[in-house]
């Protein structure tokens, strides 16, 4: 079975560009999380879907972030214009909904690098 | 509120020594305690994790991690490090029992360093 694929797993853009990462999670997975690791730093919560619906987006840093879950399937998260601060890695898990305990399995990384 | 405090950056130990990776948390609520570990370019793979069950917590690959509520740390431990333990963990805690990403906070991570 497929565990949770991202890509890419890298990109370098310039600051002011647009740049889409895609995170496809393991099938059946209703919830998907984006977390990020900023250089030097903690990983970080973004935001939570379960299935198309935002669960909860209290980590999105600001509005230049766009997520998107169309269909409940894959999950795409959009930075436009990027900023040299969004550097970072950006995870992406899954999970099954309504197992306590249940363990989240995370993706290998996309590593963005604006210049 | 709850946070994470993992105590070293970088630990070097040789190949067939014990491994120590200390945590310390805190939590306003019963956590949910976890190690995760990641290898170059691999995703993050769970460890372990405590949920209010047994406060010592065996996981894959020889690790285990005891629960100590009264010095709110949950270490990491490994009798005999081996060259492909080489790698970063991170200590989190969830104040979440229904598991999944739900309210995760990440340590800064530790790298692991195996001397040959």
């Known amino acids: 079975e497929a565990g949770v694929t991202q890509f890419p797993s890298h990109s370098v853009i310039e600051k002011g560009q647009t740049v889409t990462l895609r995170c496809d999670p393991i099938s059946g997975h209703d919830n998907l999380y984006w977390y990020r690791r900023v250089m030097g730093k903690e990983i970080k919560f973004l935001l939570h879907f379960v299935k198309e619906s935002k669960q909860d987006e209290s980590g999105m840093p600001n509005n230049r972030f766009l997520a998107e879950r169309t269909g409940g399937t894959y999950s795409t998260l959009k930075v436009q214009p990027a900023e040299l601060e969004d550097s970072g890695v950006y995870f992406c898990?899954?999970?099954?909904?309504?197992?306590?305990?249940?363990?989240?399995?995370f993706g290998q990384g996309t590593r963005l690098t604006v210049v | 509120a709850q946070s994470v405090t993992q105590l070293d950056s970088h630990v070097s130990v040789s190949e067939g020594t014990p491994v120590l990776l200390r945590c310390n948390y805190s939590?306003?609520?019963?956590?949910?305690l976890f190690w995760y570990v990641q290898h170059p370019n691999k995703g993050l793979q769970l460890l372990l994790k405590y949920t209010s069950a047994a406060t010592l917590v065996k996981g894959i690959n020889g690790f285990e991690a005891e629960f100590k509520k009264s010095e709110t740390s949950f270490h990491l431990t490994k009798p005999s490090a081996h060259m492909s333990d080489a790698a970063e963990y991170f200590c989190?805690?969830?104040?979440?029992?229904?598991?999944?990403?739900?309210?995760?906070?990440f340590g800064k991570g530790t790298h692991l360093i195996i001397q040959p």
């Open positions: 939590s306003s609520y019963s956590p949910s």
């Open positions: 989190v805690v969830s104040s979440y029992s229904g598991g999944g990403a739900d309210g995760l906070t």
């Open positions: 898990a899954s999970s099954q909904v309504g197992k306590p305990n249940t363990e989240a399995f």
